[in-house]
């Protein structure tokens, strides 16, 4: 499965961005799939992701500003970030894997596939 992230940019705090992560010819149904990003300096961290049943998380850090979602034929996850901060700049990447339990959804090593990443740069 290869994984295409877009959508990063520059914006103002509190502007919106829209992530998409999209698979090459296929279908994301049955796969779980998560939003990472990591920051210069820092370690990758776990921002929102769909379990294989569809069920859904998010870091509390992005709770209520970030929303992920897909579209109906399940070819393309979306991360709806609204009200950015400073503190979201860094490199965005989506993730995929066909027999993740949900209760692995934040282990970044729990996944098999993983998109290029894009950069989302929020200033001050």
């Known amino acids: 499965v290869q994984l295409q992230a877009s959508g990063g940019g520059l914006v103002q705090t509190g502007g919106s961005l829209r992530l998409s992560c999209a698979a090459s010819?296929?279908?994301?149904?049955?796969?779980?799939i998560g939003w990472f990003r990591q920051a210069a300096g820092k370690e990758r961290e776990f921002v929102a992701g769909?379990?294989?049943?569809?069920?859904?998380g998010s870091a509390d850090s992005v709770k209520g500003r970030f929303t992920i979602s897909r579209d109906t034929a399940k070819t393309t996850v979306y991360l709806q970030m609204n009200d950015l901060k400073p503190e979201d700049t860094a490199v965005y990447y989506c993730?995929?894997?066909?027999?993740?339990?949900?209760?692995?959804?934040?282990?970044?090593?729990?996944?098999?596939?993983w998109g290029q990443g894009t950069q989302v740069t929020v200033s001050s």
């Open positions: 993730a995929a894997d066909r027999y993740l339990i949900t209760s692995s959804i934040r282990a970044q090593s729990a996944y098999h596939y």
């Open positions: 010819g296929r279908s994301l149904n049955g796969y779980a």
């Open positions: 769909f379990t294989r049943s569809g069920g859904s």
